[in-house]
């Protein structure tokens, strides 16, 4: 049987131009809609709060918008953090979403590391694994279509019948880079979320300790173009800002001992990303996958902040049309 593997797009809504927002969404949903006519297969949409760029602080809200502007493609959170959430309320969205897309919504969940977001919404960093392992167990109770009892160190849910219930549940897949995530992510989850290809061989070492099978979603950090070195000087300066702003937060250690890149040049050699032609990229991908059967999905950043969608939308149909056909051949 041929191997079924997806390939799509990440998108995080970061407009650090502040080009009108409304223009700005209607022009990624166009990307998004046309997307899908290049035969990409996925979309993965990723959460932030306050932040000055516009990061979106509700991926719910935008998915239900892709579920009606495509038709096939399979929509997922990479990822929501769960620990400052109501699960209840997660999970009635996400159901809700299943039904209004034909069940193709996943929901991708991680445990976050900014302050300022747990310190707003009433939550502490220092229990986030508590919040997390009963926020899915929550969620997975509340999609059943049995009332939710639960009583925990951070909930307590007495009988609460939750409505709508999904006629296909989604997955629930977790994300994470250190091995404590991982490992809970092959304990309790449908998939792991993986970043930059962090992860693989704890998931699949976690998995066989359990006795377990699970699946993959690769994010996945690389640049291709036709000319490598070109599309860096072009997108370099959004490249170095993503990646310095994920390091000011804390996504990659402490802040104060992690230093930022300098240049775009540093943050490619030292950083997650990768830089390759057509070519290269197929060789990579491809070993990429056979190297690891579990993975389902793999997917790209659409757009770097900043970036104008013409920019971003050759990179993706380079990718559709010179790197992934050949790709999915050498994986049948």
């Given at each position: 049987?041929?191997?079924?593997?997806?390939?799509?797009?990440?998108?995080?809504?970061?407009?650090?131009?502040?080009?009108?927002?409304?223009?700005?969404?209607?022009?990624?949903?166009?990307?998004?809609?046309?997307?899908?006519?290049?035969?990409?297969?996925?979309?993965?949409?990723?959460?932030?709060?306050?932040?000055?760029?516009?990061?979106?602080?509700?991926?719910?809200?935008?998915?239900?918008?892709?579920?009606?502007?495509?038709?096939?493609?399979?929509?997922?959170?990479?990822?929501?953090?769960?620990?400052?959430?109501?699960?209840?309320?997660?999970?009635?969205?996400?159901?809700?979403?299943?039904?209004?897309?034909?069940?193709?919504?996943?929901?991708?969940?991680?445990?976050?590391?900014?302050?300022?977001?747990?310190?707003?919404?009433?939550?502490?960093?220092?229990?986030?694994?508590?919040?997390?392992?009963?926020?899915?167990?929550?969620?997975?109770?509340?999609?059943?279509?049995?009332?939710?009892?639960?009583?925990?160190?951070?909930?307590?849910?007495?009988?609460?019948?939750?409505?709508?219930?999904?006629?296909?549940?989604?997955r629930l897949l977790m994300g994470g880079m250190?091995?404590?995530?991982?490992?809970?992510?092959?304990?309790?989850?449908?998939?792991?979320?993986?970043?930059?290809?962090?992860?693989?061989?704890?998931?699949?070492?976690?998995?066989?300790?359990?006795?377990?099978?699970?699946?993959?979603?690769?994010?996945?950090?690389?640049?291709?173009?036709?000319?490598?070195?070109?599309?860096?000087?072009?997108?370099?300066?959004?490249?170095?800002?993503?990646?310095?702003?994920?390091?000011?937060?804390?996504?990659?250690?402490?802040?104060?001992?992690?230093?930022l890149f300098e240049t775009p040049q540093d943050?490619?050699?030292?950083?997650?990303?990768?830089?390759?032609?057509?070519?290269?990229?197929?060789?990579?991908?491809?070993?990429?996958?056979?190297?690891?059967?579990?993975?389902?999905?793999?997917?790209?950043?659409?757009?770097?902040?900043?970036?104008?969608?013409?920019?971003?939308?050759?990179?993706?149909?380079?990718?559709a049309t010179k790197v992934l056909p050949t790709?999915?051949?050498?994986?049948?």
């Amino acid at each position: 049987m041929a191997r079924q593997v997806n390939f799509g797009l990440w998108y995080d809504f970061r407009n650090p131009q502040q080009a009108p927002f409304e223009r700005f969404y209607t022009q990624t949903l166009e990307q998004i809609t046309w997307a899908e006519s290049l035969d990409f297969h996925s979309v993965w949409l990723t959460e932030h709060h306050f932040v000055e760029d516009g990061y979106t602080p509700s991926p719910l809200v935008i998915a239900g918008a892709i579920g009606q502007a495509t038709s096939r493609m399979r929509i997922g959170t990479n990822l929501m953090l769960l620990p400052i959430a109501d699960p209840i309320r997660l999970a009635e969205d996400a159901a809700t979403l299943s039904l209004l897309t034909g069940g193709r919504f996943d929901l991708g969940v991680g445990l976050g590391y900014r302050e300022l977001e747990f310190n707003y919404f009433g939550r502490s960093l220092k229990n986030r694994p508590s919040l997390m392992e009963e926020g899915v167990s929550i969620i997975r109770q509340a999609w059943s279509g049995k009332p939710v009892n639960f009583s925990g160190k951070r909930f307590e849910v007495n009988n609460l019948p939750v409505r709508p219930v999904p006629e296909s549940v989604p997955r629930l897949l977790m994300g994470g880079m250190s091995e404590p995530a991982i490992n809970r992510a092959a304990e309790l989850g449908d998939g792991f979320l993986s970043t930059g290809g962090i992860g693989h061989d704890i998931y699949r070492d976690a998995l066989d300790c359990a006795g377990k099978t699970g699946a993959i979603y690769a994010g996945n950090w690389s640049i291709v173009a036709e000319d490598p070195e070109a599309e860096l000087a072009k997108v370099g300066d959004h490249v170095l800002y993503q990646t310095n702003e994920y390091i000011r937060w804390g996504a990659f250690g402490p802040p104060d001992e992690v230093p930022l890149f300098e240049t775009p040049q540093d943050a490619v050699q030292g950083g997650l990303y990768e830089l390759m032609d057509g070519d290269t990229a197929i060789e990579n991908l491809t070993n990429l996958i056979k190297d690891n059967p579990e993975i389902v999905d793999v997917h790209f950043w659409a757009q770097f902040p900043g970036e104008s969608f013409d920019s971003g939308s050759a990179r993706m149909e380079y990718l559709a049309t010179k790197v992934l056909p050949t790709v999915r051949k050498n994986i049948a």
